[in-house]
């Protein structure tokens, strides 16, 4: 089995800044994308960014220029860097991961329990 857990979310002012983690553990062979999504009450799941195993970024027009996705690839982690956090920007944020267990094994999409970023104006 492989898991994917989350930390880093919070209460904050708008202007502010959040780090969000999601370290990816268990039977992993290799990850390929890894990435968060958030979904705010009422709305669809959404994407924010992503890495590419290859260290590819790729960022939702609202965060581009406030947000910083990264990635330890010794650990199997994913980072989100928030600042200039918008009350618009609250939601559970969801880390994904597309994953393997073997090298004969096909790619599955992981989730994340989910964290709560709130905003306040």
């Known amino acids: 089995q492989v898991h994917l857990v989350e930390s880093g979310g919070g209460l904050v002012q708008a202007g502010g800044s959040l780090r969000l983690s999601c370290a990816a553990s268990?039977?992993?062979?290799?990850?390929?994308?890894m990435g968060w999504y958030r979904q705010a009450p009422g709305k669809q799941r959404e994407l924010v960014a992503a890495i590419t195993s290859g260290g590819t970024t790729m960022y939702a027009d609202s965060v581009k220029g406030r947000f910083t996705i990264s990635r330890d690839y010794a650990k199997n982690t994913v980072y989100l860097q928030m600042n200039n956090l918008k009350p618009q920007d609250t939601a559970v944020y969801y880390c994904n991961a597309q994953m393997r267990t073997a090298l004969t094994a096909p790619f599955g999409d992981y989730w994340g329990q989910g964290t709560q970023v709130t905003v306040s104006s």
């Open positions: 268990g039977s992993i062979f290799s990850i390929n994308t």
